[in-house]
């Protein structure tokens, strides 16, 4: 029989992993919440139809399927089963899909709730998500994203108050990192300026690869495009040259004669003199004009948080959707909203020597376990240990003291309580402390304020 194993691209964690991921959970929660955000859930799983045509064609091809209940092939129709075309068949075996990311299920739960809703709506939510992707570095098929997000204003405010959230969680994490900061606005102006706006998704899904494949690779596929007249010369010129905030006044120039690509320029402007007004205290804000988002549904502002000095992808992204919700027949729903990768951020922390919990020591006492008459000596202390937010456990079964402190070793518990028949006829206990070896007989009082200190 082959050994059991898991999926590609998932992963088990340990119990020093699972309190590692816990803290960097709670470090993020704790501002979401100092910040106004309040927590939802949503399913696993949503209907396909839910989330096909939101990420593009290229993400559309990410989404985990769920095959239906039962017989899902009875009702394909011959010639489509017989032409095995998978796009084709897809419908007629699978309505249900996992969830891709956070945000398009959080459009569909905003419409559905709309009338138990308050508006400005400030939700976050912390949950797995799942894509058919490549494992590599950093990048799983199953994930957890951290979102905030913002939905029923369109007040710059939001965008600018995100900006200030990465910073308080990256700097109370100890990461140095920038925040690479751009508006889709300004992208939409250029291929209006260069005059290939039916063709902007492609250009912006090929642009988002930058990071991967690098400028060269990123010409390629946009001469896959075959963009018209000098279009190609000029982005390439522009993506060489324009990448500096100092270009800002040469870029308004540039972007003049669209007035969707100078709303932009303003929009990044207003929200840079925002957070400049507030301040940052570790994080360093970047104006970065090759970065697009590839996904279809940003319209605005749009970020993505990288680590100074490490080699990893984004640990954070985001931005404004103001069209969202009206796929679901919702109208004049704006939202900007912004992700914490947490799998990357532990990558990072782990790798630059930060995470709080070298083992996991989630027990701070074992009580020795000598037989009958001892054990409910013992087991009267666990009860008291554990009513003063002690963290305590008393070994199961009656075996040799050595196996005994070595289960207290191998698990980091620092303390093990001796309960015999010395100890119950004196009413006492005798603590030992794992890392010198010192004993000390206590009174349960003592001992309880000992440990507690």
């Known amino acids: 029989m082959s050994k059991p194993g898991i999926p590609k691209g998932t992963r088990d964690f340990s119990p020093q ?44 091809r990410l989404i985990f399927k ?36 956070l945000t398009v299920p959080l459009a569909r739960f905003v419409v559905q709730h709309a009338h138990e809703l308050t508006f400005p709506f400030k939700r976050y939510q912390i949950q797995p998500v799942w894509r058919a992707d490549r494992p590599q570095k950093g990048r799983y098929r199953e994930f957890w994203q951290c979102d905030a997000d913002v939905v029923g204003s369109s007040s710059l405010l939001s965008d600018a108050e995100f900006v ?15 925040i690479h900061f751009n508006n889709r606005k300004i992208l939409m102006g250029l291929a209006e300026v260069f005059g290939f706006t039916e063709k902007f998704n492609d250009f912006a899904v090929a642009l988002d690869k930058l990071d991967k494949i690098g400028l060269e690779g990123v010409k390629k596929e946009w001469e896959k495009m075959h963009l018209p007249g000098n279009a190609l010369e000029k982005l390439i010129d ?48 970047k104006i970065d004009l090759s970065l697009a988002r590839g996904l279809d549904y940003y319209t605005g502002s749009i970020f993505e948080v990288k680590a100074k000095k490490m080699e990893i992808g984004s640990i954070g992204g985001g931005g404004r959707y103001d069209d969202l919700t009206g796929v679901f027949g919702m109208k004049n729903m704006p939202g900007v909203g912004i992700s914490f990768g947490l799998d990357r951020i532990y990558w990072v922390l782990e790798k630059s020597g930060k995470l709080p919990y070298s083992h996991a020591p989630s027990v701070k006492v074992l009580l ?86």
């Open 17 to 60: 992993e699972v309190k590692n991921r816990q803290f960097i959970v709670e470090t993020i929660k704790k501002h979401f919440e100092n910040y106004g955000f309040q927590p939802v859930e949503t399913p696993s799983m949503e209907k396909l139809s839910t989330l096909t045509g939101k990420y593009g064609e290229e993400g559309d």
């Open 164 to 178: 200030l959230l990465y910073d308080d969680v990256f700097t109370e994490l100890n990461i140095p990192v920038r």
């Open 368 to 453: 020795v376990n000598f037989g009958v008459d001892d054990e409910k000596y013992a087991w009267q202390l666990l009860k008291e240990l554990r009513k003063n937010q002690i963290p305590a456990e008393i070994y199961p079964q009656a075996v040799k003291l050595k196996k005994q402190f070595q289960y207290a070793d191998k698990k980091k518990i620092p303390f093990v309580v001796i309960a015999g028949e010395e100890e119950r006829q004196n009413s006492v206990y005798t603590l030992k402390h794992m890392e010198d070896g010192v004993q000390e007989k206590l009174s349960e009082e003592q001992l309880i304020e000992r440990l507690k200190s």
């Open 238 to 285: 522009f993506f060489e040259h324009f990448t500096e905030q100092s270009d800002i006044e040469a870029l308004k120039k540039l972007l003049q004669p669209s007035a969707t690509g100078t709303k932009g320029v303003e929009e990044i402007e207003k929200v840079i003199g925002y957070v400049e007004d507030s301040g940052l205290q570790t994080a360093e804000l």
């Open 66 to 101: 769920i095959l239906n209940s039962g017989d899902y092939l009875k009702k394909v129709p011959d010639e489509i089963y017989q032409e095995k075309n998978s796009r084709k068949l897809t419908p007629y075996i699978s309505e249900k899909a996992l969830r891709y990311d």
